[in-house]
Protein backbone atom coordinates (compact mmCIF):
# COMPACT_ATOMS: atom_id res chain seq x y z
CA UNK A 1 0.00 0.00 0.00
CA UNK A 2 2.81 2.46 0.70
CA UNK A 3 4.38 1.69 -2.84
CA UNK A 4 0.83 2.69 -4.08
CA UNK A 5 0.73 6.01 -2.59
CA UNK A 6 4.19 7.20 -3.29
CA UNK A 7 3.16 6.13 -7.00
CA UNK A 8 0.23 8.33 -7.00
CA UNK A 9 2.45 11.19 -5.00
CA UNK A 10 5.71 10.83 -7.21
CA UNK A 11 3.34 11.22 -10.35
CA UNK A 12 1.47 14.53 -9.40
CA UNK A 13 4.31 15.97 -8.48
CA UNK A 14 5.67 15.69 -12.01
CA UNK A 15 3.11 18.11 -12.94
CA UNK A 16 2.47 20.15 -9.61
CA UNK A 17 4.05 23.34 -8.19
CA UNK A 18 3.18 25.50 -5.44
CA UNK A 19 2.64 28.14 -7.84
CA UNK A 20 0.34 25.96 -10.26
CA UNK A 21 -3.82 26.86 -9.38
CA UNK A 22 -5.63 24.02 -7.25
CA UNK A 23 -6.32 20.51 -9.54
CA UNK A 24 -9.31 20.00 -10.79
CA UNK A 25 -10.46 16.60 -11.94
CA UNK A 26 -13.52 14.49 -12.81
CA UNK A 27 -14.86 10.99 -10.99
CA UNK A 28 -16.58 8.17 -12.45
CA UNK A 29 -17.70 5.69 -9.63
CA UNK A 30 -18.84 2.16 -10.96
CA UNK A 31 -20.10 -0.17 -8.27
CA UNK A 32 -21.21 -3.86 -8.20
CA UNK A 33 -25.19 -4.22 -7.46
CA UNK A 34 -24.29 -7.09 -5.78
CA UNK A 35 -22.07 -5.41 -2.97
CA UNK A 36 -23.92 -3.32 -0.15
CA UNK A 37 -22.71 -0.63 1.88
CA UNK A 38 -20.72 1.12 -0.54
CA UNK A 39 -19.50 4.58 -0.54
CA UNK A 40 -21.79 6.70 -3.59
CA UNK A 41 -20.32 9.33 -5.59
CA UNK A 42 -21.68 12.42 -3.44
CA UNK A 43 -19.74 10.85 -0.67
CA UNK A 44 -16.64 10.21 -2.05
CA UNK A 45 -16.61 13.86 -3.38
CA UNK A 46 -17.13 15.01 0.08
CA UNK A 47 -14.44 13.22 1.62
CA UNK A 48 -11.92 14.30 -1.30
CA UNK A 49 -12.91 17.80 -0.83
CA UNK A 50 -12.46 17.39 2.86
CA UNK A 51 -9.13 16.24 2.48
CA UNK A 52 -7.66 18.82 0.23
CA UNK A 53 -9.24 21.94 1.49
CA UNK A 54 -11.00 22.62 -1.75
CA UNK A 55 -13.21 21.12 -3.95
CA UNK A 56 -11.91 19.72 -7.16
CA UNK A 57 -14.62 18.53 -9.26
CA UNK A 58 -15.05 20.50 -12.34
CA UNK A 59 -17.16 19.47 -15.64
CA UNK A 60 -13.94 20.47 -17.40
CA UNK A 61 -10.97 19.06 -15.41
CA UNK A 62 -7.27 18.04 -16.49
CA UNK A 63 -7.56 15.07 -15.06
CA UNK A 64 -10.25 12.00 -15.08
CA UNK A 65 -10.55 9.25 -12.58
CA UNK A 66 -12.37 5.81 -12.97
CA UNK A 67 -13.16 4.07 -9.91
CA UNK A 68 -14.82 0.51 -9.73
CA UNK A 69 -15.61 -1.35 -6.88
CA UNK A 70 -16.21 -5.43 -7.91
CA UNK A 71 -16.66 -7.98 -5.68
CA UNK A 72 -13.64 -10.80 -5.64
CA UNK A 73 -14.51 -14.31 -3.57
CA UNK A 74 -15.91 -13.12 -0.37
CA UNK A 75 -14.22 -9.60 -0.50
CA UNK A 76 -14.30 -6.31 -2.30
CA UNK A 77 -11.52 -4.85 -4.41
CA UNK A 78 -11.03 -1.11 -5.86
CA UNK A 79 -9.48 0.24 -9.08
CA UNK A 80 -8.46 3.49 -9.76
CA UNK A 81 -7.20 4.45 -13.06
CA UNK A 82 -6.24 7.68 -13.85
CA UNK A 83 -6.39 9.36 -17.32
CA UNK A 84 -4.87 12.96 -18.76
CA UNK A 85 -7.24 15.32 -20.26
CA UNK A 86 -7.00 13.74 -23.69
CA UNK A 87 -8.36 10.36 -22.10
CA UNK A 88 -4.74 8.93 -21.94
CA UNK A 89 -4.16 6.45 -19.00
CA UNK A 90 -1.37 8.18 -16.64
CA UNK A 91 -1.82 4.87 -14.38
CA UNK A 92 -3.89 2.56 -12.38
CA UNK A 93 -3.39 1.01 -9.03
CA UNK A 94 -5.85 -1.69 -7.45
CA UNK A 95 -6.39 -1.81 -3.75
CA UNK A 96 -7.86 -4.34 -1.47
CA UNK A 97 -9.14 -6.95 -0.98
CA UNK A 98 -11.78 -5.52 1.67
CA UNK A 99 -13.85 -7.66 4.04
CA UNK A 100 -16.48 -4.83 3.65
CA UNK A 101 -17.38 -2.40 0.76
CA UNK A 102 -17.12 0.77 3.62
CA UNK A 103 -13.61 -0.31 4.63
CA UNK A 104 -12.69 1.06 1.11
CA UNK A 105 -13.67 4.51 1.80
CA UNK A 106 -10.88 5.71 3.51
CA UNK A 107 -7.88 4.34 1.03
CA UNK A 108 -9.82 5.19 -1.97
CA UNK A 109 -10.27 9.07 -0.26
CA UNK A 110 -6.57 9.27 0.03
CA UNK A 111 -5.24 7.41 -3.33
CA UNK A 112 -7.89 9.97 -5.59
CA UNK A 113 -6.62 13.06 -3.87
CA UNK A 114 -3.13 12.25 -3.97
CA UNK A 115 -4.15 11.33 -7.68
CA UNK A 116 -5.86 14.92 -8.12
CA UNK A 117 -3.63 16.98 -6.41
CA UNK A 118 -0.27 15.53 -4.16
CA UNK A 119 -0.21 18.98 -2.59
CA UNK A 120 -3.54 18.42 -1.05
CA UNK A 121 -4.67 21.69 0.98
CA UNK A 122 -0.74 22.39 1.56
CA UNK A 123 -0.84 25.24 -1.01
CA UNK A 124 0.93 28.32 -0.56
CA UNK A 125 -1.97 30.78 0.04
CA UNK A 126 -2.68 33.83 -2.11
CA UNK A 127 -0.36 36.93 -0.58
CA UNK A 128 -3.07 39.27 1.21
CA UNK A 129 -3.76 42.24 -0.72
CA UNK A 130 -1.40 45.22 0.56
CA UNK A 131 -3.71 48.05 1.67
CA UNK A 132 -3.39 51.25 -0.11
CA UNK A 133 -1.00 53.90 1.62
CA UNK A 134 -2.89 56.22 3.98
CA UNK A 135 -1.44 59.60 4.99
CA UNK A 136 -2.05 59.84 8.91
CA UNK A 137 -3.91 62.44 10.48
CA UNK A 138 -3.47 63.28 13.55
CA UNK A 139 -5.90 62.88 15.79
CA UNK A 140 -6.35 65.55 18.69
CA UNK A 141 -7.58 64.03 22.20
CA UNK A 142 -10.94 65.44 23.04
CA UNK A 143 -11.37 68.10 25.64
CA UNK A 144 -11.69 66.97 28.88
CA UNK A 145 -15.24 67.15 30.33
CA UNK A 146 -15.68 68.29 33.67
CA UNK A 147 -18.28 67.28 35.45
CA UNK A 148 -18.97 68.90 38.88
CA UNK A 149 -20.94 67.29 41.06
CA UNK A 150 -24.10 69.73 42.36
CA UNK A 151 -23.99 70.28 46.25
CA UNK A 152 -26.56 68.99 48.51
CA UNK A 153 -29.62 70.67 49.07
CA UNK A 154 -29.46 72.74 52.23
CA UNK A 155 -32.35 71.72 53.95
CA UNK A 156 -34.46 74.50 54.91
CA UNK A 157 -37.74 73.05 56.10
CA UNK A 158 -37.42 72.45 59.63
CA UNK A 159 -38.78 69.21 61.46
CA UNK A 160 -40.82 68.82 64.06
CA UNK A 161 -40.45 66.91 66.89
CA UNK A 162 -42.84 66.36 70.44
CA UNK A 163 -40.94 65.24 73.11
CA UNK A 164 -42.27 63.80 76.67
CA UNK A 165 -40.07 63.52 79.55
CA UNK A 166 -39.63 62.99 83.15
CA UNK A 167 -37.25 63.05 86.02
CA UNK A 168 -36.07 64.80 89.19
CA UNK A 169 -35.39 68.70 90.06
CA UNK A 170 -33.00 69.93 92.98
CA UNK A 171 -33.02 73.38 94.34
CA UNK A 172 -36.02 75.03 92.39
CA UNK A 173 -38.75 73.79 95.19
CA UNK A 174 -37.83 72.70 98.35
CA UNK A 175 -36.37 69.26 98.71
CA UNK A 176 -35.87 66.86 95.53
CA UNK A 177 -38.80 66.50 93.44
CA UNK A 178 -40.08 65.07 90.56
CA UNK A 179 -40.74 66.92 87.37
CA UNK A 180 -42.52 66.13 84.18
CA UNK A 181 -42.32 68.29 80.54
CA UNK A 182 -43.75 68.26 77.41
CA UNK A 183 -42.17 70.64 74.60
CA UNK A 184 -42.67 70.94 70.22
CA UNK A 185 -39.43 71.69 69.29
CA UNK A 186 -38.70 72.74 65.33
CA UNK A 187 -35.31 70.97 64.18
CA UNK A 188 -33.08 72.29 61.33
CA UNK A 189 -30.04 70.32 60.74
CA UNK A 190 -27.80 71.99 63.08
CA UNK A 191 -29.88 74.22 65.64
CA UNK A 192 -33.24 74.03 66.90
CA UNK A 193 -36.41 76.30 68.86
CA UNK A 194 -38.69 74.63 70.99
CA UNK A 195 -41.22 75.78 73.93
CA UNK A 196 -42.97 73.50 76.71
CA UNK A 197 -44.01 73.29 79.66
CA UNK A 198 -42.12 71.74 82.84
CA UNK A 199 -44.15 70.91 86.34
CA UNK A 200 -42.41 70.18 89.59
CA UNK A 201 -43.35 69.49 92.90
CA UNK A 202 -44.78 68.99 95.34
CA UNK A 203 -41.81 69.23 97.45
CA UNK A 204 -41.64 69.90 101.46
CA UNK A 205 -39.20 71.14 103.78
CA UNK A 206 -39.56 70.84 108.05
CA UNK A 207 -40.15 74.62 109.23
CA UNK A 208 -40.88 75.24 113.32
CA UNK A 209 -42.37 72.15 114.19
CA UNK A 210 -44.37 72.04 110.54
CA UNK A 211 -43.68 72.04 106.97
CA UNK A 212 -43.76 74.10 104.01
CA UNK A 213 -44.61 72.82 100.91
CA UNK A 214 -44.18 74.44 97.43
CA UNK A 215 -44.63 73.03 93.72
CA UNK A 216 -43.44 74.95 90.47
CA UNK A 217 -45.90 75.46 86.86
CA UNK A 218 -43.65 77.26 84.14
CA UNK A 219 -43.22 77.47 80.96
CA UNK A 220 -39.96 77.03 78.97
CA UNK A 221 -38.18 78.29 75.38
CA UNK A 222 -34.81 77.69 74.59
CA UNK A 223 -32.51 77.60 71.54
CA UNK A 224 -29.91 74.36 70.94
CA UNK A 225 -27.24 74.00 68.70
CA UNK A 226 -26.92 70.22 67.46
CA UNK A 227 -23.94 68.01 66.37
CA UNK A 228 -24.85 64.73 65.35
CA UNK A 229 -26.96 63.03 68.37
CA UNK A 230 -25.57 65.61 71.11
CA UNK A 231 -26.98 69.61 71.41
CA UNK A 232 -26.41 71.93 73.77
CA UNK A 233 -28.76 74.74 74.34
CA UNK A 234 -30.12 78.06 76.49
CA UNK A 235 -32.94 77.95 78.37
CA UNK A 236 -35.30 80.41 79.62
CA UNK A 237 -38.16 79.27 81.96
CA UNK A 238 -41.12 81.53 83.81
CA UNK A 239 -43.97 80.21 85.55
CA UNK A 240 -45.43 80.28 89.09
CA UNK A 241 -44.21 79.09 92.52
CA UNK A 242 -47.31 77.81 94.59
CA UNK A 243 -46.11 77.77 98.40
CA UNK A 244 -48.71 76.36 101.44
CA UNK A 245 -47.35 75.48 105.24
CA UNK A 246 -49.06 73.30 107.72
CA UNK A 247 -48.86 72.91 111.45
CA UNK A 248 -47.57 76.51 111.63
CA UNK A 249 -49.10 78.93 114.00
CA UNK A 250 -49.15 81.57 111.04
CA UNK A 251 -50.31 79.36 107.92
CA UNK A 252 -49.20 80.88 104.80
CA UNK A 253 -50.66 80.49 101.43
CA UNK A 254 -48.74 82.17 98.29
CA UNK A 255 -48.54 82.56 94.65
CA UNK A 256 -44.96 83.73 93.63
CA UNK A 257 -43.28 84.49 90.60
CA UNK A 258 -40.57 82.29 89.24
CA UNK A 259 -37.44 82.72 86.63
CA UNK A 260 -34.75 80.87 85.73
CA UNK A 261 -32.06 80.92 83.14
CA UNK A 262 -30.35 77.13 82.33
CA UNK A 263 -27.32 75.76 80.73
CA UNK A 264 -28.69 72.20 79.09
CA UNK A 265 -27.37 69.51 77.41
CA UNK A 266 -29.35 66.70 75.67
CA UNK A 267 -28.90 63.73 73.63
CA UNK A 268 -31.05 62.19 71.39
CA UNK A 269 -30.42 58.08 70.06
CA UNK A 270 -32.29 56.82 67.47
CA UNK A 271 -34.29 53.94 68.32
CA UNK A 272 -37.13 52.60 65.45
CA UNK A 273 -38.79 54.88 62.55
CA UNK A 274 -39.57 58.27 64.28
CA UNK A 275 -38.41 57.56 67.83
CA UNK A 276 -35.56 58.64 69.63
CA UNK A 277 -34.29 58.36 73.39
CA UNK A 278 -33.74 61.39 75.10
CA UNK A 279 -31.34 62.06 78.11
CA UNK A 280 -30.60 65.66 79.47
CA UNK A 281 -29.17 67.79 82.59
CA UNK A 282 -30.23 70.97 83.31
CA UNK A 283 -27.73 73.40 85.07
CA UNK A 284 -30.32 76.69 86.63
CA UNK A 285 -29.41 79.98 87.88
CA UNK A 286 -32.99 81.16 89.33
CA UNK A 287 -33.39 85.47 88.59
CA UNK A 288 -34.70 86.07 92.12
CA UNK A 289 -34.45 84.21 95.49
CA UNK A 290 -37.71 83.05 96.45
CA UNK A 291 -38.18 82.93 100.24
CA UNK A 292 -41.30 81.66 101.92
CA UNK A 293 -41.15 83.33 105.39
CA UNK A 294 -43.39 83.69 108.67
CA UNK A 295 -45.97 85.99 108.14
CA UNK A 296 -45.20 87.48 111.76
CA UNK A 297 -41.52 87.28 112.72
CA UNK A 298 -40.72 87.31 109.24
CA UNK A 299 -38.28 84.47 109.33
CA UNK A 300 -37.98 82.73 106.08
CA UNK A 301 -38.98 78.96 106.41
CA UNK A 302 -37.00 78.50 102.56
CA UNK A 303 -35.48 80.53 100.71
CA UNK A 304 -34.06 79.19 97.46
CA UNK A 305 -30.57 78.30 96.57
CA UNK A 306 -28.74 80.38 94.41
CA UNK A 307 -28.16 77.35 92.00
CA UNK A 308 -30.45 74.23 90.99
CA UNK A 309 -31.22 71.27 88.37
CA UNK A 310 -32.26 68.81 86.17
CA UNK A 311 -32.02 65.45 84.84
CA UNK A 312 -34.88 63.89 82.75
CA UNK A 313 -35.38 60.96 80.58
CA UNK A 314 -37.63 60.98 77.96
CA UNK A 315 -38.95 59.95 74.49
CA UNK A 316 -38.79 61.92 71.42
CA UNK A 317 -41.01 61.57 68.31
CA UNK A 318 -40.55 62.98 64.81
CA UNK A 319 -43.81 64.36 62.87
CA UNK A 320 -42.86 64.79 59.17
Not at 18 to 40: K, T
Not at 83 to 108: V, W
Request: net charge neutral; hydrophobic share 45%.
Amino acid sequence: MARLYVGWLALGLASSSWADPPARAQLILEVNPELEGCPDREGVFEAVATRLGYSPWSEDPSKRIEVRLAKVGGGVRAKVVLHDAGGATLGARDLGPFSRCAEALEPLVLVIALAIDPLGGRRRPDPPPVAPSIAATPVLAPEPVVVSTPAPPVETTPRVELAISGGASAGLVPAIVPIGAVELRLRWPAFSLAAGSVFHGPGSSPASGGTVTASLIAGSFDGCAHYRIAAACAVLTAGALYSSSEGLMNAIASTTAHATLSAKALADVPLSGPWSLRVQVELAVPLTRIQLIDSTSREPYWISPPVGGRAALGVVMAIE
